[in-house]
T-cell receptor
Framework: GAVVSQHPSRVICKSGTSVKIECRSL??????MFWYRQFPKKSLMLMAT?????????EQGVEKDKFLINHASLTLSTLTVTSAHPEDSSFYIC?????????????FGQGTRLTVV | SQELEQSPQSLIVQEGKNLTINCTSS?????LYWYKQKYGEGLIFLMM?????EEKSHEKITAKLDEKKQQSSLHITASQPSHAGIYLC?????????????FGQGTTLQVKP
């Protein structure tokens, strides 16, 4: 099956600094990847759609300048949390779709737990 | 309002009991995924349903898709402590189906030994 690898799995950073999270498709090419955020004891909230070679599409209410997304190649999308604050602490998870004949199957990374101190 | 309503939000059952979790969409469903998760960890894929009336089973877990009601149900038979966790349904709302999913609120399941 397809594998999506996310790095790092955990990161602690100081308030005001920026953090980059990587999402890689290891054995397939992904023109589109998705970034989700999960608050404690809550569900996954779609943040943005990452498009290879073009700008990301952000969901309503998500600050594009705060959460920078870059999808420079067909196997890598990055999410940079800029000027992080404690309220940005959360679990971030990415996914990529693999096209099958009649449907697209979604594969998820392991997630990144971000703690801003 | 939520595009995808999941119920119940939490559930505590005695080991050995059966249970059902429902997921209802306010938009047309083009696919429905079920995942299990322990918070702060990755998602474990359970099943994907595409066609109305489709039913899939894996071990003691069965999921069905009712296209007319835009609803899916996940049924666990003879629950075990290993079934405990957060169950998430994810909907495909676009016909192009790029893999973009909208998730329900999740159902936290506890199984008492």
């Amino acid at each position: 099956g397809a594998v999506v690898s996310q790095h790092p799995s955990r990161v602690i950073c100081k308030s005001g600094t920026s953090v980059k999270i990587e999402c890689r498709s290891l054995d397939f090419q992904a023109t589109t990847m998705f970034w989700y955020r999960q608050f404690p004891k809550k569900s996954l909230m779609l943040m943005a759609t990452s498009n290879e070679g073009s700008k990301a599409t952000y969901e309503q209410g998500v600050e594009k300048d705060k959460f920078l997304i870059n999808h420079a190649s067909l196997t890598l999308s990055t999410l940079t949390v800029t000027s992080a604050h404690p309220e940005d602490s959360s679990f971030y998870i990415c996914s990529a779709g693999v096209y099958r004949v009649f449907y697209t199957e979604a594969f998820f990374g392991q997630g990144t737990r971000l703690t801003v101190v | 309002s939520q595009e995808l309503e999941q119920s119940p939000q939490s559930l505590i059952v005695q080991e050995g009991k059966n249970l059902t979790i429902n997921c209802t969409s306010s938009k047309t469903l083009y696919g429905l995924y079920w995942y299990k998760q322990k918070y702060g960890e990755g998602l474990i894929f359970l099943m994907m349903l595409q066609k109305g009336g489709e039913e899939k089973s894996h071990e003691k877990i069965t999921a069905k898709l009712d296209e007319k009601k835009q609803q899916s149900s996940l049924h666990i038979t003879a629950s075990q402590p290993s079934h405990a966790g957060i169950y998430l349904c994810g909907a495909v709302h676009g016909s192009s189906n790029t893999g973009k999913l909208i998730f329900g609120q999740g159902t936290t399941l506890q199984v008492k030994p």
